[in-house]
């Protein structure tokens, strides 16, 4: 497992606790420069732990190099995957055709809205083949090396990943379902993050740089 970490002394006791009842084989914390009590408390846990340079796809690439195991689990912090799904991965990976996948998402808030966010998420990635990072995105490490890791990019770097993903072969879409949280709408409002993030998709899509786009998804983080 892969976790890149910022500025998240308030959530990572709990991050730790869950990592802890994992049946994972190996795990590296990737903190990106935290400027507040972070690095303390990931001093104070038996977890092993690096610094990278900022950037979800330069953290996710350091913890990489230092996993040792065949299949590489990328989760972000505020993604919580139950044991099971690590059987989940195993199985999964027994078929030779398969590279990659990753899992149903399910958004922590109570709200009705999410229910049907979640549900689009989760239908657009099956019938797209692309898979966001609070998916929980695994990997052959093989087929991770052969294509360089993330690009190194501030934003959109799991859409740009699962684009290079598909040409390699079959990306397996497990129905188990992990549960990432729903703050950044909570936070700045639903409709409005909904509306914010399909326009900067749609804008990455059609070419935009992620380098301009990143300013905007910042409003949402």
Not at 138 to 149: A, L, T
Request: hydrophobic share 45%; glycine share 6%.
């Amino acid at each position: 497992m892969i976790v890149p970490v910022l500025n998240e002394q308030g959530a990572l006791p709990a991050l730790i606790k869950r990592i802890d009842a994992m049946p994972y084989d190996d795990v590296v914390i990737v903190d990106g420069g935290s400027t507040d009590g972070s690095c303390l408390i990931l001093d104070a846990s038996a977890l092993r732990w690096i610094t990278a340079p900022s950037g979800r796809a330069a953290q996710m690439n350091a913890g990489a190099i230092l996993c040792r195991s065949d299949i590489l689990l990328f989760i972000h912090s505020d993604t919580e995957i139950d044991a099971c799904c690590f059987a989940a991965i195993k199985a999964a990976m027994q078929d030779s055709a398969t590279v990659a996948g990753r899992f149903d998402v399910t958004l922590s808030g109570r709200h009705p809205a999410f229910r049907i966010i979640e549900r689009l998420i989760n239908l657009r990635s099956r019938l797209s083949g692309i898979s966001t990072g609070d998916q929980c995105l695994f990997v052959r490490r093989s087929v991770f090396e052969r294509m360089g890791g993330f690009a190194l990019q501030p934003l959109m770097e799991d859409i740009e990943f699962s684009k290079r993903l598909k040409r390699r072969g079959r990306i397996a879409c497990l129905h188990q379902r992990v549960t990432t949280s729903s703050r950044r709408w909570q936070q700045h409002g639903i409709i409005k993050t909904v509306l914010l993030m399909w326009r900067l998709r749609l804008l990455y899509w059609l070419g935009v740089p992620a380098e301009r786009l990143a300013a905007a998804y910042r409003q949402v983080r």
